[in-house]
């Protein structure tokens, strides 16, 4: 049974490895040859004043490579008000970290394979699934790229983008000036061929781009209808920076998967500290279109099509995260682990034993 960091995964998985993994996985999910688990958040209260705690759940199975997943989270959540909008916060209480972990499990034999932390893997495989959309619903020619958002996840998104299309451009906005200097200074290091603007106006940023991603954890939605041009490219990595009046102003949009618009949630009852966004949203509100959008598997297995016209405003939803996801670029890192002897190595009896109900 192999161990590894998130110093390890950012050494054996780079994007355009782990965006070309999983379009080979939604094409088996599109095609009824992977297994999705559903994500499960499991909520109670917190000690902490004014914050709960979440245990955070999902999987996936994927015969092609024999491997099943299991992802989780034991997360602190707060919800403060920043710039005027809700967001949603993990705070790093464990020993000022934070705690996530993937499990990857033999198909063929029962055996744990692996155990790793997720927040490397996170990033990538959230800026795949956005890359893989951007790619198949982006005009070609498209050149100039807004990001809307500054933290862990909008790097990742800025590196999905520059994986699959050859953007000149990147206009980057966020609320907290002294974050977006900091995260403008590294991008333009980590991308020295790719003029790099720090922008203090989200609609300036967005005015004219080609591509908008949305990369924040707000609770509420950044971006207007009215500033989105024809032939636009947009996208989110979770539906509350979206709405249905937003989605009603594009000509073609894709979820990430229809069979869960959003986590399920088992809240203890009485639970205090939660917001009734967490709860409710336009995915479940009346008149919303959820259920009539093709998710991101049918656009690569080609049954739903990509860009139409032009000037057709398109948009991906990355409505809900999937275990599948950490499967498929799971089995592929611990393939190249095992290739490299990289990780630690324990002894399969530590998880296993000679017993069974």
């Known amino acids: 049974m192999r161990v590894l960091s998130n110093e390890d995964i950012d050494r054996l998985l780079t994007m355009p490895e782990c965006i070309e993994v999983l379009e ?3 094409l088996d999910y599109a095609n009824g040859q992977a297994l999705l688990v559903p994500r499960i958040d499991n909520l109670s209260p917190a000690t902490e004043a004014g914050a ?13 490579r024999r491997v099943q997943a299991l992802r989780i989270n034991s997360d602190i959540i707060t919800h403060p ?3 005027g909008k809700q967001r949603r916060v993990k705070e790093p209480k464990a020993n000022g970290r934070w705690v996530g972990l993937v499990f990857m499990f033999s198909s063929e034999t029962g055996a744990l394979l692996g155990i790793f932390p997720d927040g ?7 800026g795949s699934a956005n890359g893989i959309a951007l790619k198949y619903l982006a005009r070609k020619e498209s050149r100039t790229l807004a990001l809307i958002g500054t933290g862990w996840q909008a790097g990742g998104q800025l590196m999905a983008a520059l994986a699959v299309h050859p953007f000149r451009q ?3 906005f966020s609320p907290r000036a002294e974050s977006r200097a900091a995260f403008v200074a590294e991008v333009r290091a980590r991308h020295p061929g790719v003029e790099i603007l720090n922008i203090d106006n989200a609609e300036e940023a967005v005015n004219g781009a080609d591509v908008v991603m949305a990369a924040t954890s707000s609770m509420i939605r950044v971006l207007e209808p009215s500033w989105l041009k024809p032939g ?3 996208s989110c990595i979770k539906s509350q920076e979206v709405d249905q009046e937003l989605l009603d102003a ?3 949009v894709v979820v990430h998967v229809v069979a869960q618009p959003k986590q399920y949630d088992n809240i203890m009852p009485g639970m205090p500290n939660l917001n009734s966004l967490h709860e409710k949203g336009w995915w479940n509100a009346p008149g919303n279109r959820f ?3 093709p998710e991101l598997a049918q656009l690569v297995a080609g049954t739903t099509p990509g860009r139409k016209n032009p000037d057709d405003v398109t948009c991906f939803v990355n409505n809900v995260g999937i275990g599948l996801q950490f499967a498929a670029a799971g089995a592929l890192v611990l393939d190249k682990a095992r290739d490299l002897n990289m990780g630690h190595e324990l002894p399969d009896d530590w998880f296993s034993e000679t017993v069974h109900p």
Do not use: N
């Open 120 to 126: 490397a893997m996170q990033r990538l495989r959230v």
């Open 250 to 252: 594009c000509d073609h």
């Open 170 to 172: 990147v206009r980057i």
């Open 291 to 293: 259920s009539e959008y």
């Open 81 to 83: 008000i920043v710039a």
């Open 24 to 26: 080979e996985m939604y």
């Open 52 to 64: 709960y705690y979440a245990f955070k759940q999902m999987g996936g199975a994927w015969p092609r």
């Open 232 to 234: 636009t490219h947009v």
